[in-house]
């Protein structure tokens, strides 16, 4: 086999993980080759932030993963938010921080990140292939990577940078799940994450497009209760917008034991629903109800409120007895819903599950299973809550993957 064949590195996968690894690959004078199926590098990255990419936020921790925050609190520790801060301000990309501590290119747009890491990609050597699907890996003495092509690469370490299932559209894939699998690798089953919900209650489909502040509280599985603050968006099937999205994959785990319940609360700023409502009716005692929910409620969601809850839409709210007070305050406040299923991976953002992080060493990401290989990103079972927190855990992967490995 010829040398041009043989590198140091090879990384599949052309996204946020895999050219942050392969540009400090480079950086540390590893000859690399950086794989990508799709036509072009970081195309997930493109998408990310509604086209704007949410690359990092100033809050992150280890409490904003699921299911193996350990995993991700070893990754803060080689790359913290002022790490990322740093890093991107050093390939020129200008930040901006918006609400809840999420951090924007000052542009505005996603290209601004991905092309300054194909630019600093580029410039460090890194030889990028695109439209090149690895269909075969095998180790022996080296790694031996064989792409649809039929063209065969060899390399001392290989990186898995494949990404998840999500977003099958622009790239998502199972090929990593079964890369990692014919390396010895075990998977926690992948499930959609960051997904909207779909749910049984037909009557949502009339708050088709309505928006609002709540705190949604689900029991994804027996005595255990998770609740998230945020925005809540209606629509025909079900329930969408970071209040639920955060919670998903929990939700989706669940699921296979059957529908979950779950509520919402519209003001969780309120402790006494019940005071809060009679004090109201004390300063509006002959509105009828839909006046008196002016104000209060969008109009969309006080007439199902109406209607849910039985009231009388001609008589006064004085009127109202204690037992009505006591049914809309609870209402108000824990507003049933029961999911029924996720959306499909399509519409996922993220996903939950993946390579079974206990066959990863936390401290470099190299697998236990097989000596010089190192999975990274959302191939691993680590899922991020929306708000920059995944792309952060991309980067500090890619991050402490490169900084791990041996110098030649």
Same mark, same amino acid.
């Given at each position: 086999m010829n040398d041009s064949s043989s590198y140091d590195v090879i990384i599949i996968g052309a996204g946020a993980s895999g050219l942050m690894c392969a540009l400090q690959c480079a950086r540390r004078k590893k000859r690399v080759l950086l794989l990508e199926k799709e036509h072009q590098a970081g195309r997930k990255i493109l998408v990310s932030g509604n086209g704007r990419c949410n690359l990092t936020n100033a809050y992150v921790s280890a409490s904003d993963y699921r299911g193996a925050p350990e995993l991700a609190e070893a990754v803060l520790k080689y790359f913290s938010f002022q790490n990322c801060l740093d890093f991107f301000h050093a390939l020129g990309v200008l930040t901006v921080q918006e609400g809840q501590g999420r951090i924007f290119p000052r542009t505005g747009? $996603?290209?601004?990140?991905?092309? *300054? %890491? @194909? %630019?600093?990609?580029? &410039?460090?050597? #890194?030889? %990028?292939?695109?439209? $090149? &699907? *690895? #269909?075969? #890996? &095998?180790?022996?003495k080296l790694f031996r990577v064989k792409l649809q092509t039929g063209e065969t690469f060899v390399s001392k370490y290989l990186v898995l940078a494949c990404g998840s299932k999500a977003y099958p559209q622009v790239g998502g894939?199972? $090929?990593?799940? @079964? %890369? *990692? $699998?014919?390396?010895g690798h075990h998977l926690v089953p992948p499930t959609p994450a960051l997904v909207a919900l779909n749910v049984r209650e037909k009557a949502v489909a009339r708050l088709q497009g309505v928006r609002a502040q709540v705190r949604a509280t689900v029991w994804p599985g027996t005595h255990r209760v998770l609740q998230n603050e945020g925005e809540v968006l209606f629509t025909a099937y079900g329930l969408s917008g970071p209040a639920v999205l955060n919670l998903s994959g929990p939700i989706g785990k669940a699921l296979p034991e059957g529908p979950v319940p779950l509520t919402l609360d519209f003001f969780p700023e309120i402790a006494n629903k019940e005071e809060f409502l009679k004090e109201r009716v004390a300063c509006f005692p002959s509105r009828t109800a839909k006046e008196f929910f002016a104000g209060l409620l969008h109009e969309n969601i006080a007439n199902l409120l109406i209607d849910f809850t039985g009231l009388k839409k001609a008589l006064p709210v004085a009127a109202w007895t204690e037992n009505t007070r006591k049914t809309v305050s609870k209402t108000l406040g824990a507003w049933p819903f029961t999911v029924t299923a996720l959306r499909p991976w399509t519409e996922a953002m993220a996903a939950a599950g993946g390579v079974n992080c206990a066959e990863i060493n936390y401290n470099t990401l190299e697998s236990l299973r097989c000596p010089g290989l190192y999975i990274l990103g959302e191939l691993l079972n680590v899922d991020g809550r929306s708000g920059g927190f995944n792309l952060h855990f991309a980067w500090g992967c890619g991050y402490t993957a490169a900084r791990a490995m041996p110098e030649e």
């Open positions: 747009k $996603s290209t601004a990140v991905a092309e *300054a %890491l @194909r %630019l600093a990609c580029a &410039e460090a050597g #890194v030889e %990028l292939k695109t439209d $090149s &699907e *690895a #269909v075969k #890996v &095998e180790k022996k894939t199972e $090929s990593g799940y @079964r %890369l *990692a $699998s014919a390396l």
